[in-house]
């Protein structure tokens, strides 16, 4: 082989090399790429639906609410109803705040009605005459 032909291999297989680096390193800048955007997207999934749930029910009617309720099923419907009837529709349930023995004995002092406990206890001693 003469000296220019074993420049020219030399020469190919150094532009083949730097061709196979070249569409290795293009293929992980694309696999990480889609990666940042599956973390990035899946964060805003998660995160957006919660305000837009808050801001759209603190400005809803009762009617609204009630209407809303019974789109889901009719005993949903029925509750909203009661709800929106006693003293405390206006009060804004907030889904952080969680129930403890005060707010609960709080409630039950500001509700009249009997609890279905309550009524259950009524009417074992009325049946069984104690």
């Given at each position: 082989m003469s000296r220019k032909s074993r420049m020219r291999l030399l020469?190919?297989?150094?532009?083949?090399?730097?061709q196979s680096l070249l569409k290795a390193l293009a293929q992980k800048a694309v696999v990480?790429?889609?990666?940042?955007?599956?973390?990035f997207s899946s964060l805003n999934i998660f995160v957006a639906p919660s305000y837009a749930i808050t801001a759209s029910r603190d400005k809803l009617t009762s009617q609204d609410k009630i209407d809303r309720a019974y789109q889901y099923s009719e005993g949903?419907?029925?509750?909203e109803e009661e709800k929106q009837a006693?003293?405390?529709a206006k009060q804004i349930f907030k889904p952080e705040?969680?129930?403890?023995?005060?707010?609960?004995?709080?409630?039950?002092a500001t509700d009249s009605?009997?609890?279905?406990?309550?009524?259950g206890k009524d009417l074992l001693e009325k049946v069984t005459g104690k």
């Open positions: 020469l190919v297989d150094r532009d083949r090399s730097m990480l790429g889609l990666m940042l955007l599956i973390v949903a419907g029925i509750l006693s003293s405390s705040d969680k129930a403890n023995i005060k707010s609960v004995k709080a409630s039950q009605e009997k609890s279905l406990v309550e009524q």
